[in-house]
């Protein structure tokens, strides 16, 4: 529930995701669901040349279960906040 | 959710499997299970052009969907796709 909390503050921001089948996909963060579904907008895949699939699509639909990693702008987070948020959460998890 | 927006629009649909499927999207649920009309299945190889092969009406199950993306007609239908050569889309690992 946190993840989400954080992925919605970066709404409208420029993220990069890497889905598990390699595929690398930059834009911009439209909204976030609680499966960590991402709606991406002004869409550029890496690698343009290897992967002309998408050539057509400027904003996509990613299902959260096959994203490996987002890339985030790190100026738009707050490292230490997370840091301490996530600790809390876990240690809350723990108790009960 | 987030797919609405996408009904009635073509939409390209990428699956677990790396099968690209193109189709007007009818119908979706919280699942992100999907139902498609008019689909076609685009076949890509790195040594002939594209080939269209035509499926008609699908339900997609939401756990096979990858990725769903609007697709912008214009620069869709300007494309020829027997000049398009490219390796297919690679399945999901650990999916």
Redesign the interface.
Known sequence: MLIFSVFKTLTDQTVTVELKNDLSITGVLKSVDQFLNIRLDNIKVADEGRHPHMMAVKNCFIRGSVVRYVQLPAEHVDTQLLEDATRRDAMNQVKR | ???QG?TDRRV?L?L?D?R?IVGVLVGFDQK?NIVLSDCKE?V?SADEGVEEIPLGLYLVK??M?????????A??SS?DLST?R??P???????
């Open positions: 959710m987030s797919l996408y390209l990428v677990q790396g690209a992100s685009r890509y939401g756990e969907v990858c990725l769903i993306g609007e697709i912008d007609e620069i869709d494309a398009i490219a390796e889309i690679p399945p999901i690992r650990y999916g």
